[in-house]
């Protein structure tokens, strides 16, 4: 057993892992801003992670043997935790992203076009930190999210106050209504219906992670003793065609396409550039992923019968 806290778990893959941590018999502590309470059993610790003396004082004498933060989005965040969990904690787990290597937000070192991405693509080691950017200017930091997620990780590896890693997690689909992004079932919808999906003209692939295989593989985390980045997706890229021809085969339609100019938007999950990553870390570490087109179909049958069960006006 383990003593772990969680930053966030209020919702999606971060409930699910609350809840397989206390299966697994850990103690689980929850802090959050209390829109949720969690799962019985569960110590839950209402503060906003951004105020540092309400966070100090809230944790008490409390101690850890993992936290998993799955809510910091800024390197302001990623501050007051390491202060606030420095002594408290022998490990630190932070839920980062695949944004973190879109060449869009960033000069990033050139891949060899069409490869997947390693992690020593973004060394947060060697990344800066700016904390007097308006990272507390909501606007800023939807703008700037890669980036806050990128000095987040270095202000934490940084720090040097606990061991420290990081999980880069791709695109995560699956749950139904519980996927709050919307965009699988911007899909689903769109080809139900027989309107078009808007697609780059050269659309290139992606990769994508099970939300119960994230909340399993930051489980994973918490009992492994590896530091720095790990990428998190499953096995198999999928460009837009082949998610879009999935949803098709699954609503019994067929699916529509626009393209659209360059440097015009176009639906979620089409990419102008490889945005693909590297899962080979992980599994040299020990996890085993599955295959995405195993798992896609489903996830996509669950939110075309979430979406058949909204009522209409």
Known sequence: MQRICVIGGSRYFGKLLVERLRAAGHQVTVINRGSTPPPAGVEHLVVDRNDEAALLAAL????????????????????????????RTRRYVMTSTIEVYDPRTAALPAAPSGTPVPEDQVDPATWQVALDLPWHDAAYLEAHYAEGKRQAEAAFAHAGSFAFASVRSAHVLGGGTQEFTGRLA?????????EEIAVHTQALPTVFIHYAELADLLVWATAADFTGPVNACSDGPVDVYDLAEIVAAQ???????????????????????????????????????????????????????AASAVPTA
């Open 251 to 305: 609503a019994g339609r067929e699916a529509v396409y626009r393209t659209v100019p360059e440097g015009e938007e176009a639906s979620p999950f089409s990419f102008d550039r490889h945005y693909a990553m590297s899962n080979a870390r992980a599994k040299a570490l020990g996890f085993a992923f599955s295959r995405t087109t195993d798992w896609l179909p489903d996830a996509v049958a669950e939110t075309l019968a």
């Open 186 to 194: 911007h899909y689903a919808g769109r080809i139900a219906r027989g």
């Open 60 to 87: 008490d004498t409390r101690t850890f043997d993992v936290v998993v933060d799955q809510v910091c989005y800024t390197p302001v965040q990623a501050a007051i935790a390491a202060r606030a969990f420095a002594g």
